[in-house]
T-cell receptor
Framework: DAGVIQSPRHEVTEMGQEVTLRCKPI?????LFWYRQTMMRGLELLIY????????DSGMPEDRFSAKMPNASFSTLKIQPSEPRDSAVYFC????????????FGPGTRLTVL | GQQLNQSPQSMFIQEGEDVSMNCTSS?????WLWYKQDPGEGPVLLIA?????ELTSNGRLTAQFGITRKDSFLNISASIPSDVGIYFC????????????FGTGTSLTVIP
């Protein structure tokens, strides 16, 4: 079975541009998480979904960030407008309540905002 | 949000040496997970712990769920070069179900 799939793997954009990160969770998993990793703050939980419904978005840094999960096999994290301080690696992870909720991570998207 | 403190922050060891690292929290956890992250990749689950006092091994790795439920330990025996990476602890705080928080990480360098 394929793992968590993220695209793109690398994204370079200019300040002010809209950025959309995509994630396909593992089939059958009912939880989906978006994390951001930076040297200064480590791995931060931004938002997570259960059965496509956002449960906790308290980690989303500001209104420029939004996340959606229109169906069980797809989620997006959007930044509009992007700023240089948004540069980080963004990970999507999924888990199943049937396997004690252990998150499985995708390979990440490395975002650079110039 | 919740943050877990890991120590040491980094380690430089000779190949063949044993490694110990730990993770502490101010909150009680009902699950402890240990992950390893290779450069340019996402974290990969190594060991999962579900009961206070539990000791679980995965090859040369051994992890323990602390009795107080506020800490966990990871040991690596006879380190090899491919053990290089960043090791993270993680877990959900009591009552938050599947909301997993991650530690600050321990960076391990193994010198051949």
């Amino acid at each position: 079975d394929a793992g968590v799939i993220q695209s793109p793997r690398h994204e370079v954009t200019e300040m002010g541009q809209e950025v959309t990160l995509r994630c396909k969770p593992i089939s059958g998993h009912d939880y989906l998480f978006w994390y951001r990793q930076t040297m200064m703050r480590g791995l931060e939980l931004l938002i997570y979904f259960n059965n496509n419904v956002p449960i906790d978005d308290s980690g989303m840094p500001e209104d420029r960030f939004s996340a959606k999960m229109p169906n069980a096999s797809f989620s997006t994290l959007k930044i509009q407008p992007s700023e240089p301080r948004d540069s980080a690696v963004y990970f999507c992870a999924s888990s199943s309540s049937g396997t004690s909720g252990r998150p499985f991570f995708g390979p990440g998207t490395r975002l650079t905002v110039l | 949000g919740q943050q877990l403190n890991q120590s040491p922050q980094s380690m430089f060891i000779q190949e063949g040496e044993d490694v110990s690292m730990n993770c502490t929290s101010s909150s009680i956890f009902n699950t402890w997970l240990w992950y390893k992250q290779d450069p340019g990749e996402g974290p990969v689950l190594l060991i999962a712990l579900y009961k206070a006092g539990e000791l679980t091994s995965n090859g040369r790795l051994t992890a323990q769920f602390g009795i107080t439920r506020k800490d966990s330990f990871l040991n690596i025996s006879a380190s090899i070069p491919s053990d290089v990476g960043i090791y993270f602890c993680a877990g959900p705080t009591l009552g938050t179900g599947n909301q997993f928080y991650f530690g600050t990480g321990t960076s391990l360098t193994v010198i051949p």
